[in-house]
């Protein structure tokens, strides 16, 4: 399948990797975030210096290796926002995927290829990284279901890092029952029992808030069948010292992990970043590290105020984006304004290690936009269920 009108593969090979003969997944391609190794397969995270500096490999990741062990095919490496360092989607160095469901609009990153490359159908579904929002805010733009898991559920290993301690193996499908499918082959056995089920619903209103009345009327009607399958639901306000306070205490975390991962390599190659990427680099280099102390004692904080609304029943329902995708070629400063917007309403599940799934609930001005469900941790099963059971 050419590469030509999604973009969404790598521009280094289109090799694709048989895999088992038999299995749950037998029979279905799939698309790898080119952040992931893939034995034979050089992995380039978004970069020309980061491909030229790093050795092809020799072993595939473990995440990769599960989905070829039930069945499925690597359709090919899917393009990333650099070092996945970004929400949009647009790539200085080798372009921007096109967004199928939404033309003329970005695909959302960092996970755009994979995005994109489900999208667009040329894969049954596609395998990306979330660490601040790069699983979920590409699936809302795109009219996709994907799922950020508890983190530390899904092995990273065989990966470049962004941000260790946010970052996760997450997942796109254009059906909630293959979301449930991929998610039965990479998620590990439910340690919170077989009895377990959301029995509350909790309407962020903050997140609501920031993404505004024409949001809010758009998803109306999914929210709805929320409530009534849970006889009603409890507005809550998620930050009480509101999300605006939170998103810093994220920045200010990635970038301190970000510098600690790649600092050495960026300090003896000098790599060329595009725009966005390379400031963010050049910040997180000089950072002070009594910030970086200040933000992870809040985000202990954090945790604590989510873990405390969710209980072990829980479910929050929230925007997935603070609204549609924005136009290709918008100015730097619109830019920034919307992964301001974006990041206060994404962060929540990052701080707190939750999982978060993305649901395509809605149109607004002709283009798709989701919904998401906060569990509790390690209700990643759980989620995958309802959001098939209510919206497939």
């Keep these: 399948m050419p590469n030509a009108p999604l973009n969404a593969f790598v521009p280094y090979g289109r090799t694709e990797v048989a895999g088992a003969a038999s299995g749950p997944l037998a029979g279905l391609r799939f698309a790898v975030k080119d952040l992931f190794d893939v034995a034979g397969l050089p992995t380039g995270a978004g970069n020309p210096d980061w491909l030229r500096t790093h050795e092809v490999p020799r072993e595939t990741a473990p995440a990769v290796r599960r989905l070829l062990d039930a069945g499925a095919r690597v359709a090919g490496k899917t393009l990333t926002d650099e070092l996945a360092w970004s929400l949009a989607g647009e790539n200085a160095h080798y372009g921007t995927p096109e967004n199928p469901q939404a033309p003329g609009r970005i695909p959302g990153g960092s996970s755009s290829g994979s995005a994109a490359a489900v999208a667009g159908g040329a894969v049954d579904f596609a395998i990306g990284t979330d660490t601040g929002g790069s699983v979920r805010l590409p699936a809302s733009y795109c ?17 470049v890092p962004l941000a260790p301690s946010f970052d996760t193996v997450g997942w796109f499908a254009w059906e909630a029952a293959l979301l449930r499918r991929v998610g039965a082959v990479l998620l590990p056995p439910s340690t919170l029992g077989p009895d377990l089920a959301f029995r509350r619903l909790l309407v962020a209103e903050d997140a609501f808030a920031i993404a505004g009345e024409a949001v809010r009327a758009a998803l109306a009607p999914a929210l709805d069948r929320l409530r009534e399958r849970f006889g009603g639901a409890e507005t809550v306000t998620l930050a009480p010292e509101g999300l605006d306070q939170w998103r810093p205490v994220f920045q200010t975390l990635q970038a301190v992990e970000a510098w600690a991962a790649h600092g050495a390599w960026i300090t003896a190659t000098k790599p060329k970043f595009g725009p ?13 590290p009594a910030l970086a102390r200040a933000a992870a004692e809040t985000r202990d904080g954090i945790r604590r105020r989510m873990d405390d609304l969710l209980g072990t029943d829980g479910l929050i329902v929230l925007p997935s984006a603070p609204g549609i995708a924005p136009l ?5 400063a619109a830019v920034d304004a919307e992964r301001g917007r974006a990041l206060a309403i994404l962060c929540p599940a990052g701080l707190a290690g939750l999982p978060q799934l993305s649901i395509p609930a809605a149109r607004l001005q002709g283009c798709p936009l989701g919904l998401s469900l906060i569990g509790p ?11 098939e059971d209510l919206f497939a």
Excluded at 143 to 159: K, M
Excluded at 276 to 288: I, K, N, Q, S, W
Excluded at 378 to 384: F, Q, R
């Design 143 to 159: 009219g996709l279901y994907g799922i950020r898991p508890t983190h530390g559920a899904v092995p990273l290993d065989g990966s």
């Design 276 to 288: 966005g990427v390379r400031e963010r680099f050049a910040a997180a280099a000089t950072l002070d």
């Design 328 to 332: 290709r070629g918008s100015s730097g």
């Design 377 to 387: 941790r390690g209700s990643d099963s759980t989620l995958l269920a309802i959001a």
